[in-house]
């Protein structure tokens, strides 16, 4: 123990935080470097004019009938509205849920096949408290949202990831590869969380297929995770694909955080389809979120849900910074791919050590994030939370940068 300037004594780290969340915490640490690298700039110049594109916190505010009703919600005076429920949630908004997601996913379901929770985080936590065992292998499909690592870590499992090309399409042979006696997960994000990728649904059912036919030969059930908190950030929304159609043992992780613009009001669901409809899948579910002290969505959000469930941010908005970003960056001779959704672009690295080109690329005033935090190094990821101006000032900022060290 150190004593600081007022004589109190200071425990070490290590004697407030175990080694494994040291161990955690480490992860996803080129985020927090390029972060750290901004706020720096900040403090020595407060006036310096950084662009921001760093972090994914979704900017557009949620829509004007949302706001109303959470004001026409807070003020009725309904008995109990404020109390604990089933953890699973109210029974009347999991039979909502249901008969929507019906339509919208073509599978019969039920209120025992929906479990409101805390966001789409929420949802993966206790979803994989319930499936995983310490040592289990869970498949990441690069690039991968940075925080799946963590999540899996964090139930004693090991991540194993499978790389993809140049359209961040996976890699169906490595997949093939990588599954293994101890798989039992696979987690798919699409519209992708870096790289705004949709897969098409030609490439669920090869994946489904595989997981099928590895089922037949091992007889071991592989888990299909599909994490999707942008399919309602969809520029052309008829192109969702269904994974509770195509794969039997699919769960259907959705939140609003994006689409209602909700992110710290925390609240999503999980949905399945009826090859995993059992009494003891509900109650397992609740018995994780009581062990993960998670105990139940929010009320008001809960209850929220069915009156605003077909209201949405202006997408259009985040593809009209999408398409100006990378129209700017494709003029300026940098390889990036056209997102189909959400607010995230993921462009080639003009240098092949991502970290080392994002580092540079604060000094040129802007924050971005490499690609080896998503498991896909030689890439980085902008998000584009910004108004449009400073979308455009941030494209035409990393092609002037890219240009002046003769990169493009
Ligand atoms: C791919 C992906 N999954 C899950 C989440 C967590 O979403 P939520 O805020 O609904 O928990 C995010 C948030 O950025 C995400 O990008």
Redesign the pocket.
Known sequence: MSSNENGFQKFRNEDIVGFTCRTLSSMGSEIRRVFLLGQKLREENPNIDLVDLSL?NPDLEPPDEVRAELVRLAQENVAGAHRYMDNAGYPDVREFLSRRLELSEGVPLTRDSVFLTC????A?QVLLRTLLDPGDEVILLAPF?S?YRPYVTNMGAVPVIVGSDENHFPDLNQLKQALSPRTRVLII?SPN?PSGALYPESLICEIAKLLKSFREETGRVVHMVS?E??ARLLFNPSELVSVLKIYEAAWLVR?H?KDLGL?GE?I?YLAWGPALARPETLNALRNSARALGFVNAPALMQRLLPRVFDASVDVLQYKKRVDAFVDILQTGGLECTRPRASFFVFPRSPMPDDNSFTEQLVEAGVLAVPGSSFGKPGYFRCSLTQPLERIIEGAHRIVRFARSKSLK
């Open positions: 994914g966001g789409a985080a929420g993966l949202f925080e994000n969380n994490d908190p942008y939140s955080s992110a925390r999503g």
